[in-house]
């Protein structure tokens, strides 16, 4: 109809079942309207699942037809790629990672090339490696990561650039610390004992971690990673000093830390460690503290949570859902009137 304003495009989440697009996507629709975001995965949404009550894809991002189609049929505008293996289950299979997490990449800048679309890329501080300085990482500095992981985090920080100046792409990212949630699991990470641990003091009071007690590496609340992510791609392009990928944080803790929080809330909380070397090998070459001072003069990122904040937040609202969850499955109520 001549003179009728344009339709928005919409906002394509990619691996949106992950830990992320479990939240990512209805903070997105909540913000920009039900319709205009599309969750897609490789696996099948269950029925009832939040990302389903709007408009869903299953998609393969390793080809490049199924992506071209979907953001055709959506007229997708902004895509939020978030399909990828994570760094413990990447190791386990360094050359499916390599091609789930590059491959997908690469599909989807060129998807995002034909079709006029922003890229949001979630690097993290596993693109950082032993020869990083550990404390305060800069912004820019040595990323040498001995992780598969780590390769395609890098690889991909440097492909999105490399799409933003050759192509006029606009890609931007965040290098993610480990994320702390409560609505869906962690999907293979080396920080997924920092959820692990939430979930078994409140079922149980106690926790087997399998990193050392001080092994101490950045962490973020889900609604902090959430908001950085939605800011980031709002931010004016022409404040962005950086591109791919900006250093955010929100605080750095080490398993015994993080336990004592805990304990002030359920006072028969215990820890135990049974260390897993591969995990702690990728945990020890990684930062313990970025320095985020670019994101916050850039495009002014600050996180809400600390670790007292977060961990009240995180305990109430997870026995919420034990809760719910038991009540609707018949199972006794365990947590905190656990064993311990
Ligand atoms: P996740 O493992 O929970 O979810 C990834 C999703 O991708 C899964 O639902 C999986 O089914 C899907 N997937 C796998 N292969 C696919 C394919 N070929 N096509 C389409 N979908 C596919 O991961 P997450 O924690 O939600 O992380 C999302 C992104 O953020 C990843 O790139 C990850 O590296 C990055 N990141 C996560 C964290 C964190 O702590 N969660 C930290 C830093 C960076
Ligand atoms: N949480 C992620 C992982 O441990 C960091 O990118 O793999």
Known sequence: MPGAPARPRAILVTGALGQIGSELVPALRSRFGDDRVVASDLRTAPPGAPQAAGPHEHLD????????????????????????????????????????????LYNVLEAARRFRCNVFFPS??????????????????IQRPTTIYGVTKVAGELLCDYYVQRFGVDARGLRLPGLISYVAPPGGGTTDYAVDMF????????????????????????PDA??????????????LSHRNAYNVTAMSVAPAQIADEIRRHIPNFAIDYRVDPVRQAIAESWPRSLDDSAARKDWGWRPAFTLEAMVEDMLARLAERLQSADASSGRAAGGRHGPG
């Not at 071209?68 to 413990?88: C, E, K, M, N, P």
């Not at 501080?125 to 820019?140: C, K, L, M, S, Y």
């Not at 399998?210 to 950045?218: I, K, Q, S, Y």
């Not at 959430?226 to 404040?239: G, K, N, Q, T």
Request: overall charge neutral.
């Open 61 to 104: 991002c390793t080809d490049i037809a199924q992506i071209q189609d979907v953001i055709a049929r959506h007229d997708v505008g902004t895509v939020y790629h978030l399909a990828a293996l994570l760094s413990a289950s990447a190791e386990a299979k360094p050359q499916v990672a390599w091609s789930v997490n590059m491959g997908s």
């Open 124 to 141: 993290s501080i596993g693109a950082f490696g032993p020869t990083t300085p550990r404390e305060r990482t800069p912004q820019v500095t």
């Open 199 to 222: 979930y078994q003091a409140l079922r149980y009071a106690h926790y087997t971690c399998f990193l050392a007690p001080g092994t101490r590496l950045d962490m973020m609340y889900m």
């Open 226 to 239: 959430i908001r950085a992510m939605i800011e980031l791609m709002a931010a004016d392009a022409s404040r």
